[in-house]
DNA sequence: TATGAATGAGCCTTCATTCAT
DNA sequence: TATGAATGAAGGCTCATTCAT
C-alpha cells in the first residue's frame, strides 16, 4: 500500500481479499487460536480448500493480515512526516494525527497487529516486532528533535513517546464508527491530549 | 484480596494457587485458546484430571484469574482513593499511582485481564466487563470532579480519563521487572504523564 | 513391447511416457500411497489437470507402470526360451539370465512391480497375479523338465523354482547401476547360483 | 524379547500388545500409508485418542512393530549360532534355519520389516537398516568362515549370503500356515536349498 | 491443450473433558 | 486424592479428482 504524500488522510474501504477479510473477522471477534480454519472459510464463502488455495496456511493469513497493515501504516505515517516540513511539532501533529485516523479507519487490523504478535511463529514475529519498533523509533526521533529544540518540555522522552503510542494503538480497542465524533473530530481531541503528554508552548 | 488503608502501595508475591500460577504463565505466552489444560497440568506438576478435581474446567482457570486481579485492583484503587481525602488532585494521584503499580506488581494477571476478555464465556465477560467499567467510571469521576472544581482543564474529561487508563493499562504490555527504574520510580514518570493529560496547574 | 528374437538381452533406456516415469519414481521413493498425485504432476512438469489429461487417475498410472513392466518381461522372458533350444538347461540358463537383466535395468519398474500389487484395485490386481503367475509357471515347467530329463536334481522342483525367482526379484531391491560389476556379469554370479540351487551336472 | 539358547526354533503366539497386532494386520493389507489411523483404532476395538494413549504416532507404531521382531530376529539367530558349535556348517545351518522359521513364525512382522523400510522417517530409517546390516554381517562372516576352512565353495561369498537371505526373506512374501509341509519341514527343505548355494561337501 | 480454482472426503493429531480405579 | 485410560468433537491440512475457462 501506497499513498501520495498529501493522501495519508484519506481512505477508501481496504482492499483486502476476501479470504483475509474473512481471517481478520474472525480473528477480532474469537482470536488467532480461537479461530477454526472452517470458520474462516465459511465466512469467505469457500471451502476449506478452496481457501487453501490462496493462502498455504492459517499462519500465512495472519501473516498477511498483519503485513497488509504494518505497509499501511509505515507508508502513511511516513508521507504524513514528510508533508510536515522540519518543525518537530509539525511532525508530531502530523504523524500522530495518521496513527490516530489509521487506528480508527483500520481499526480490526491494527487490533489484530497489536494483540496477535504472540501468535505469530518464531520468525515470522521477529520481522514484524522489528518493524514496529522501527514505527516506534519514528516519533521518538520526533519527541526527542522536538526536546531539543525547545518545541516540547517532556521529561522523558521515551516515556512520553511511548504513551503517545499506547493511546493511538489504544484507540482501535474501543473505537466503533457511528459515535457521536467522526474520526477526524475525535483525531483532534486524542491529538489534543497527545500534545499535552510532549508538552511545550501551545 | 483486601488491602488495609495505606497498604495498597504494598506488594508481596501473589498468594494464587499453583494451578493458577501455571495457568496465568501459559495464557500470557500462548493466550487462552492456543494454551492445552495438559500443558496447565504439566507447569502445575499435576496429572490432568488432578487439574480438574481443582477447576471444573479451563474457562473456570481463566474466571478465576480475571476475578482475583479486578477484586485486588479494585480493592486496592478504592483503597488509594478512601486514603487520599476530598481532593480530587489528590485522588487522581493516589488512584493513578496505584494503577500504575498494580500494572507492574501484577503484569501478568493485569496483562490477562486486558487481553483474554474476548475468550471469556458470554455472561462471565457479561460480569467481568461491568466490573471493569465500574472501576473506569471511578476515574472519570475524580477527572470530572477536578474539571468542576478547577483542578484540571482538560477539554474532553471522558477522553482524558480513558487515555489515562489506557496509558496504565498499556504498561502491562511492556513493564519487565529489573529494568533501571523500579516500580514506585516508574510510577512516577508515568503518574506525571498522567496528570499532564487531565492538565491545570501544577 | 516386443523384442525380436536374440535381441532380449539388449536394453536401451525405457521408453516410459514422462508422466509414468515421474510416476514411476515417486513410487519407488515413497509408495503408491505415500505419493500423491501432484507430486507426480510436479516432477512431470506437467499441472495436475495436465497429468489427468493423459492418464484418468492414479490408478491407472500404476496399472500402466505394470502392464509395461510386466510386457516386457514376458516377451523378453519368452525370447529368451525360444532362442534356448530344447534343453531345459538351456532354457533355464537363458530364461534365469533374461530375469537377471531385466531385475537390474528396470529395476525400478521390477521393483514396483513386486512391491505395489497390494495397491492395485482387486480387478487389475487380479489380472496382474495371474500374468505374474503364469510367468512363474514357465520356470517351474523348465524345472521340471530337467528334472525329468535327468539335467537337473533339486528335490522340490516348486521350491528351487520358487527360490530361484525369488533371488531374481531380489535383486531389483538392492542393486544399483555404478557397482564394480556390470549387469552381465552379475548376471552370470547370480545365474551360477541359480544352477546349484536346480543341481545336476556342470 | 529374549530366548535362551536351544529355545530359538519354539514359538508360541507373539505377545504383541493389541494396538500393535492391529496395526500390523492393516499394514500387510494396504500398506503403512494406504492405512489410516482409524482403520488401526478400529481393528484394536478402541477410539482414535485412544489408541494415541498408547502411541505418540502411527509412525512411532510402525517404529514399535519393526523394533520388536528385529528384536526377535537377531535374538533368536544369535541363540542359534551359539548353540551350533565353531563348524561354520552347523552354523550356517543353524542360523538359517532360524531365520526360515522366523520369517514363516512370524511372518507378517517380517514382511513388514522387509516392505516398509521407506515408510520409516530418516532418523528410525538409519536405526532400522543399521541393524538389519549388522544381522546380514552375521550370515556373511559365516560364509566367509566355511569357504576359508573348506566346507563352503561359492565362488561369491557375499552374493551367496545375500542370495540365502532374500530367499529367507522372500519366505514371508508368500507362506502361508496351514500348506501341505509345517514350518520345520518347510524349513528344511528351504534349508537345502541354502546349502546348494554355498555349496561344498554333503 | 492446458490450467487456476475449487471441493467432498479424509488425513494425522489434539482438544477439553470424563470415569473407573 | 490422584491417575491411567478413554472419548466425541474438532483441530489444521492434504487427498484425488473435477470443471470452467
Not at 516506534?136 to 516540547?152: C, K, T, Y
Not at 521529561?155 to 494503538?169: E, F, G, K, N, Y
Not at 457511528?178 to 500534545?195: C, F, H, K, M
Amino acid at each position: 500500500m501506497s499513498t501520495s504524500v498529501g493522501r495519508w488522510r484519506e481512505y477508501e474501504g481496504s482492499d483486502l481479499p476476501v479470504p483475509l477479510v474473512a481471517a481478520l473477522e474472525a480473528f477480532v471477534e474469537q482470536g488467532y487460536h480461537g479461530t477454526s480454519v472452517r470458520d474462516i472459510a465459511g465466512r469467505a464463502g469457500l471451502s476449506v480448500p478452496g481457501l487453501y488455495h490462496h493462502y498455504p496456511s492459517k499462519q500465512a493469513m495472519l501473516v498477511g493480515l498483519m503485513d497488509v497493515a504494518m505497509d499501511e501504516l509505515i507508508s502513511r505515517s511516513r508521507d504524513a512526516e514528510a508533508e510536515a516540513g522540519p518543525s518537530a511539532r509539525a511532525r508530531f501533529d502530523s504523524v500522530v494525527e495518521s496513527l490516530l485516523l489509521f487506528h480508527m479507519y483500520r481499526r480490526d487490523q491494527a487490533f489484530i497487529g497489536s494483540t496477535e504478535i504472540r501468535s505469530l511463529e518464531q520468525a515470522n514475529r521477529e520481522v514484524y516486532v522489528g518493524r514496529r519498533d522501527e514505527q516506534q523509533r519514528m516519533l521518538d526521533a520526533i519527541v526527542v528533535a522536538g526536546i531539543e529544540s525547545g518545541e516540547f518540555d517532556a521529561d522523558h522522552p521515551a516515556d512520553a513517546s511511548r504513551a503517545v503510542t499506547t493511546m493511538c494503538v489504544g484507540v482501535a480497542g474501543w473505537y466503533r464508527p457511528g459515535g457521536p465524533l467522526d474520526p477526524s473530530e475525535l483525531a483532534q481531541v486524542y491529538l489534543s491530549i497527545a500534545r499535552r503528554i510532549v508538552g511545550g508552548a501551545r
